[in-house]
């Protein structure tokens, strides 16, 4: 029996793709899931290794739906492999139960791996030079420097929730940014 396994990794994707092309291999039974595939923890992935039995054979649609690294696709082979259960890539056409198809696998899983490797690398030499030329990512400051110093004084004449409405900002972004001694000292109202 061929069991399909479809993942996308947000809920703003969608499996029709996948499962059409699972469908068209011949998949009689469909597991879906949405979940990243760097989670090592994904239950739908687990239910259908549960449920594949001894001679049959879990696809997917693109390797990277089973797994993010190398060393997670080697262990789901693995896996597979010692329950007698073989492994089918639509995409890259791999299929674990020749020896080529064996060899094949681990070629891709090392590509995909060095692939994310590079990624990640360029990603930190980017926010590198983005900081060396005075910039910094993330989300802006709720309360700049000024603002702070205005919460300070206006914390002595004003309660907590008086003073983050006047700012425009939570309770918790006030306490958060404002130092603890600014509240200490504010007058009992």
């Known amino acids: 029996m061929k069991i399909g396994y479809a993942r996308v990794s947000t809920v703003e994707q969608n499996h029709d793709l996948q499962i059409a092309a ?26 259908a290794l549960k449920f ?60 995909a791996e060095f692939e994310r490797n590079l990624i990640a690398e360029r990603t930190r030499a980017g926010l590198a030079q983005a900081k060396a030329k005075g910039r910094v990512g993330g989300r802006p ?4 420097d000024d603002a702070v110093r205005a919460a300070e004084g206006l914390l002595k004449t004003c309660t907590v929730k008086e003073t983050a409405e006047r700012l425009g900002v939570s309770v918790s972004t006030l306490r958060r940014h404002v130092p603890r001694e600014a509240f200490e000292t504010r007058i009992a109202i």
């Open 22 to 47: 699972l469908s068209e291999e011949g998949c009689e039974k469909i597991f879906t899931e949405t979940a990243s595939g760097a989670k090592k923890d994904r239950p739908v992935l687990a239910e």
């Open 52 to 111: 594949a039995r001894e001679c049959d054979t879990l696809v997917v649609w693109k390797l990277d739906r089973l797994a993010r690294s190398l060393k997670q696709l080697l262990e789901t082979i693995e896996l597979l492999e010692e329950r007698g259960v073989e492994f089918s890539s639509i995409t890259e056409q791999l299929d674990t139960s020749t020896s080529g198809g064996k060899l094949v696998f681990s070629i891709f899983g090392s590509i």
């Open 141 to 144: 400051k709720s309360l700049t």
